[in-house]
């Protein structure tokens, strides 16, 4: 289950704004929490980008990395940027299960696997009980509708998105996405979700709005605690992902809400974040980033994405985290 993806973030660009916002957030709770204390524990994949980051921002050096993969573990262990990274061979869910945490911690979730949403949610869930007061929790989930499965031509009427079945007790595919989806998540599945809501652009708020709701029900067996949360992500690098990230605060305390709130990117799982960066050659890029009429100065339009978004709006939103790969010739 706890397996990260190795595809590098140059070919991942909204995946890279992405962690620009988790590390933006980070930055700025740092001086009040003292985040340069805490241990950081996550899957690195086989070149640890993310520890990397996370040392150099914050200075975290008590880290901990997680594979379940040998020879993924062995190339983190080649590949470590810096020595206080410890490379453990182990599953993320054992590893938190035997290790009894004394020090506030981040951690990170950062699941590919569709199939076991529901377990990946529950261990989330009930790690917010198992970690010190303002410990950070974030989770990756992949939120590709197909992952649903595909029915028998047989078994449905229609494959388009919004119709409705047209052929008796036949469903349309989003019909049956839904059906899959209630299934597959059993008591997390939210009340009251529509078929339309299983469509590419959708499906992430559906998986979204079944985390923060497995959450909810989990606060409230913990009478000591509370969650705010942070930064809620959709985005699709090819295939489509969401991330939630949140801070666990005792019941009453409410000194972390206005740095919080006066945070531009803040966002929760009923309302994320869409990321949906354009590519951009050099030229155009540096036009998008020093004017105001870029769109007028180009002189053409640019390509929507499968997200649908405003690619001149969605860069102004998001330039400052955007990073720009260039190929370098060694």
């Known amino acids: 289950m706890s397996k ?17 916002l988790f590390l933006s957030i980070l930055g700025r709770l740092a001086p009040i929490l003292n985040i340069e204390s805490y241990q950081y524990l996550g899957l690195g994949g086989p ?44 599953t993320l869910e054992n590893y938190i299960d035997i290790t009894e945490f004394k020090k506030q911690i981040v951690i990170w979730f950062d699941y590919t696997d569709p199939g076991s949403i529901t377990e990946q949610i529950e261990r989330f ?10 410990s950070i929790l974030r989770i990756t989930l992949n939120a ?10 047989e078994e449905i ?3 388009l998105g919004d119709m409705n079945s047209q052929n008796g007790n036949k469903k349309n595919i989003q019909e049956w996405r839904l059906e899959q989806f209630k299934k597959r998540l059993g008591n997390l599945f939210p009340s009251g979700m529509k078929p339309n809501e299983m469509t590419f652009k959708n499906f992430g708020r ?49 000194s972390l809400q206005k740095y919080i709130d006066d945070w531009i990117y803040k966002s929760s799982p009923n309302d994320p974040l869409l990321l949906d960066l354009p590519a ?27 997200m649908g978004v405003d690619p001149f709006e969605s860069f102004k939103k998001y330039y400052r985290v955007f990073p720009h790969f260039s190929r370098v010739e060694l």
């Not at 869930?125 to 303002?134: D, G, K, L, Y």
């Not at 590709?144 to 031509?153: F, I, T």
């Open 4 to 20: 990260a993806s190795s595809l590098p973030y140059k070919l991942r660009p909204n995946k890279a704004v992405d962690r620009e």
């Open 157 to 159: 009427s229609v494959e």
């Open 125 to 134: 869930t009930r790690t917010i009980s198992e970690v010190p007061i303002n």
């Open 280 to 306: 951009l050659s050099t030229l155009e890029r540096l036009i998008m980033e020093s004017k105001n009429d870029a769109k007028e100065l180009l002189g053409f339009e640019l390509p929507l994405t499968d």
């Open 144 to 153: 590709n509708p197909s992952s649903l499965g595909k029915p028998d031509n």
């Open 206 to 254: 559906s998986v979204l709005k079944s985390l923060s709701l497995a959450v909810d029900k989990e606060i409230l067996s913990c009478p000591d605690r509370n969650v705010i949360w942070l930064l809620a992500t959709h985005y699709a690098d090819g295939q489509p992902m969401v991330t939630a990230t949140l801070i666990i605060c005792a019941k009453n305390d409410e």
């Open 47 to 90: 070149y640890l980008e993310d520890f990397r980051l996370i040392h150099a921002r914050l200075g975290i050096d008590d880290m901990v990395c997680v594979d379940m993969d040998k020879n993924v573990h062995l190339r983190q262990y080649f590949n470590r940027p810096v020595e206080c990274i410890e490379c453990v061979y182990d």
